[in-house]
């Protein structure tokens, strides 16, 4: 016998009310139990500069953006990039392959389920992962209101990279259904591999370090390309519950492409949040957890997050994360160690930091 709507829908609301009771209870009762980032408006921007990088390739240019970058990145690790290069239809390119990936049948995209991939590069469901994770007792925190769609360094399945079944190394999956879509994929992986360098050799500069002192970390990087689609917030979201809940990212540096719907907030030195309004023909950058760790903390890997409005607009985004191959020792650079800057954080590798943050989003570890 089927159960009458109004049931369903009673059900559903007596589960929300004793949710929201729970997560009340324990915020009032200890701040250290609840692992979540409860959710405020946020204020308008005033805090993320845009850099223009179109003049590093000479001295006094890149002092320059390095001297911004610098700024930005003892603030809130979050910048805008324009002068990148990037031709804007080529990003267009990249949305518009990503809207249609995201339009297809549920099954097609299914059929290519980021657990099937030892890369874990394919598609992860609405749901799939729960970025409010930075603490060990996470479980408190709702699942993403997100889908994506990962992809690796395409590297042939004998290589001795995918070989080893790792995180952003081969393994790709891709959707039956459109057979343009991975030179897509591959030809934007190498672009913003591309300016991912010279985004480093920036931060390289700003931290009085040789432009290329990030190379032999990224010989090759370990970067994973991400397609996102956010639906507007529903009505029947969980307490708490949005698009990406607060997070740090993991690895090295991220580089953002969104589009002009909007969502994306930062969190402030201040503890305040801001918007990250879109900018045409720009890309967010934002530095990793990596990045903190590298720099003594000196430099910060801040948590931002994705809320949509209810009633508004799908969003899109294309964030590529640019991170160490996975065997990288990750200490503290030397020109962040001194008197009066102890160390900060213990040693660990790439792969060590990021498996971990991994398990804590997605509820399970990766084989390797
Ligand atoms: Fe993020």
Not at 81 to 90: E, L, Q, R, S
Request: aromatic share 10%; hydrophobic share 40%; charged share 20%.
């Amino acid at each position: 016998m089927s159960v009458p709507w109004w049931c369903q829908d009673l059900k559903f609301a007596c589960k929300s009310l004793i949710w929201r009771m729970t997560c009340l209870h324990f915020a009032r009762s200890s701040r250290s139990v609840i692992a979540m980032h409860l959710y405020a408006t946020p204020e308008k921007p005033h805090l993320i500069p845009v850099i223009d990088i179109s003049k590093v390739h000479d001295p006094a240019g890149l002092a320059e953006a390095a001297h911004q970058v610098r700024e930005a990145c003892l603030e809130t690790g979050f910048f805008y990039v324009t002068g990148h290069g990037v031709p804007a239809d080529f990003v267009a390119a990249q949305f518009a392959a990503a809207r249609a990936f995201f339009a297809l049948p549920l099954e097609d995209k299914l059929a290519i389920h980021m657990r099937q991939s030892p890369s874990t590069a394919g598609y992860e469901p609405i749901g799939g992962q729960s970025l409010d994770s930075q603490d060990s007792d996470s479980e408190k925190a709702p699942p993403d209101l997100k889908e994506t769609f990962y992809c690796c360094l395409e590297l042939p399945q004998d290589h001795p990279l995918s070989l080893r079944k790792m995180r952003g190394y081969g393994h790709n999956q891709w959707p039956a259904a459109l057979p343009d879509f991975s030179g897509q994929m591959i030809d934007y992986y190498a672009r913003m591999s591309a300016l991912g360098d010279r985004i480093l050799s920036i931060i390289a500069v700003s931290l009085d370090l040789e432009p290329d002192w990030f190379k032999p970390f990224y010989a090759p990087g370990s970067a994973t390309q991400r397609l996102i689609h956010y639906p507007p917030q529903p009505a029947r979201a969980a307490f708490n519950q949005m698009g990406a809940g607060a997070h740090t990212d993991w690895g090295g540096i991220t580089i953002l492409a969104q589009d002009d719907a909007g969502g994306l907030e930062v969190r402030t030195v201040d503890d305040k949040w801001i918007e990250a309004t879109p900018i045409p023909e720009s890309f967010v950058v934002n530095l990793g957890d990596l990045m903190a760790r590298w720099t003594n903390g000196v430099y910060r890997s801040n948590l931002h997050r994705v809320m949509t409005r209810q009633g508004g607009r799908d969003r899109y985004s294309v964030p590529f994360f640019y991170s160490p191959s996975p065997d990288s020792i990750i200490e503290p650079m030397p020109t962040c160690l001194g008197e009066g800057r102890p160390r900060q954080f213990a040693t660990c590798t790439a792969a060590e930091h990021m498996g971990e943050m991994f398990r804590r989003s997605y509820g399970y570890s990766l084989a390797s």
